[in-house]
């Protein structure tokens, strides 16, 4: 890589020794006008004897910089050439990882990540989460073997820990991501009101503020109609083919599910702490207002995001 470099500056010295012969080119044109001009004087005088070894000198000045220019050309081609052999290993071995990744078979691939995927998303469900667009593996292992060995409460402070710290600097730098997209900045002021609440601890606050939030973006991205956000993405996006993409789609479905449960207000427990967007709405439920519940909110608009991310491309692809 380091040859390729030195040979990236010895390019960019030799433009700029391109430059200033272009530049001595065009004085070439110039002393070609004047000596057209001179013996256009000399014959209309006719002072032909006296002014010869004038006409002659200026010959030699206007032919100068072209001789110059051509010595200079073969100089520099001549360690172009030499080192053609070492170029041509040097451009193998660094296209190398990329043919290794075309020739890969990404059917295989995507089955693979799409089955550790729903495992991920399996073993994480009896704790009341689920495999999220900002995680990587190794974090849903970490977060699996937490609730496996330390149990649920564990688990839910560990990942609201992670999201608390630094002033919550994980969820806002997710948040702000979300702007990129038309239905979320239309709603910004309602979401940094929600951000500004769940970063002070008034999740009794910013859990009713984020839930019509959920249904305004699906609805205007995925079916206007739509009164269950989570059906409303799957029929969106059931002509999805990605594997590992479906699985992530799945785990949202599920959980925007989970949350638009219908319940039966009759024998609903005022204090539960069921994140379950009739009960909190329709003001059957106080005991909503927990950081778990406010963060699981976030984290599913931050999975909506992503999949509104992904409609916007597939769209922008398909009209092309």
């Not at 290993?89 to 020739?103: D, E, G, R, S």
Request: glycine share 4%.
């Amino acid at each position: 890589m380091s040859t390729l470099v030195s040979y990236q500056r010895y390019l960019d010295d030799q433009a700029a020794i391109w430059r200033q012969q272009m530049l001595q080119a065009q004085s070439i044109t110039l002393a070609a006008t004047t000596l057209s001009s001179t013996i256009a004087s000399t014959i209309a005088t006719q002072q032909l004897a006296t002014v010869a070894s004038s006409i002659e000198a200026a010959v030699q000045r206007a032919i100068a910089p072209s001789l110059d220019i051509a010595a200079h050309y073969e100089a520099m081609l001549k360690p172009i050439f030499a080192n053609a052999d070492r170029l041509e290993q040097i451009l193998t071995a660094a296209l190398q990882p990329i043919a290794a990744i075309a020739a890969l078979d990404w059917g295989k691939r995507f089955a693979s990540w799409s089955e550790e995927e729903r495992k991920l998303d399996d073993a994480l469900r009896p704790f009341g989460w689920w495999a999220l667009t900002s995680w990587t593996p190794d974090q849903a292992r970490q977060a699996i073997q937490i609730g496996r060995t330390e149990g649920r409460r564990a688990l839910d402070a560990a990942i609201c820990d992670h999201f608390r710290h630094n002033r919550c600097r994980a969820l806002r730098k997710m948040v702000v991501g979300w702007m990129d997209e038309t239905e979320f900045k239309l709603r910004r002021p309602i979401i940094q009101d929600a951000m500004k609440d769940h970063a002070s601890g008034r999740y009794r606050v910013s859990v009713p503020t984020l839930l019509p939030v959920v249904e305004g973006v699906v609805a205007a991205v995925f079916e206007p109609s739509a009164k269950h956000p989570g059906k409303a993405i799957r029929h969106a996006t059931q002509d999805e083919r990605l594997a590992y993409h479906r699985v992530l789609v799945d785990a949202m479905v599920t959980t925007l599910t989970a949350i638009w449960q219908p319940s039966d207000f009759t024998t609903a427990n005022p204090r539960t702490r069921t994140l379950n967007r009739h009960l909190i709405l329709h003001g059957r439920s106080v005991g909503y207002g927990t950081e778990v519940n406010s963060l699981k909110v976030f984290l599913a608009l931050d999975q909506i995001a992503s999949e509104v991310e992904t409609k916007r491309q597939r769209d922008r692809t398909q009209a092309a």
